[in-house]
């Protein structure tokens, strides 16, 4: 009788055993998975995110010019340059909520802040080469980062953001360049 009490209780211990470990297994297993879906829609809003910075980039050169009124360029330039800044901005209350890194979403806004500064408030008016340059190159540094949430890579080095109203001539840049940085063939 002793043997079956025994047998009965090894039996017990023995299912509860791979009971508990079943239960963790598929624990694991939709935490895994969640975490796949929460990479795979950050990796989709950053591809949406960085649609919206191609466009700001092509009318960068616009974007001191978006509230004077009488542009440098022309008025349709500024007009494309005031839709696109309208873009990333929309961007970050719709696409960026979905990047789950907060420094790469602070990067984002620190760009959308940037651009709207030299573009509607006109800080840096002094010099607008610079500005522009400044803010090209936070947005290729900002556009890194999002492709890095893209691709599942590390982002580029924390980086503080370029100060529009400074006297210097010279632009802003990370402090680590990635290697394509100066290549013609980047679009830059």
Not at 10 to 31: C, M, N
Request: glycine share 4%; net charge positive; hydrophobic share 40%.
């Amino acid at each position: 009788m002793i043997t079956i009490g025994v047998a009965r209780w090894q039996t017990i211990k023995t299912v509860r055993a791979q009971t508990e470990l079943a239960v963790s297994q598929q624990t694991a297993a939709e935490r895994l998975a969640r975490r796949e879906r929460e990479r795979e829609r950050a990796a989709d809003s950053a591809r949406l995110l960085l649609e919206r910075l191609a466009d700001l980039y092509d009318w960068l050169p616009s974007l001191p010019d978006v509230a004077r009124d009488q542009p440098v360029l022309s008025s349709h330039a500024r007009q494309q340059c005031a839709a696109a800044m309208e873009s990333i901005r929309r961007g970050m209350r719709t696409d960026l909520l979905l990047i789950g890194d907060a420094e790469i979403r602070d990067r984002y806004r620190t760009l959308v802040k940037l651009a709207y500064d030299v573009g509607w408030r006109g800080i840096g008016r002094n010099n607008r080469e610079r500005q522009i340059r400044d803010v090209r190159h936070y947005l290729r540094y900002v556009q890194a980062s999002l492709e890095a949430i893209a691709d599942g890579t590390p982002p580029p080095v924390t980086a503080a953001p370029p100060s529009l109203d400074r006297s210097d001539t010279e632009a802003w840049l990370p402090p680590a360049l990635p290697p394509h940085w100066n290549d013609p063939a980047d679009g830059s």
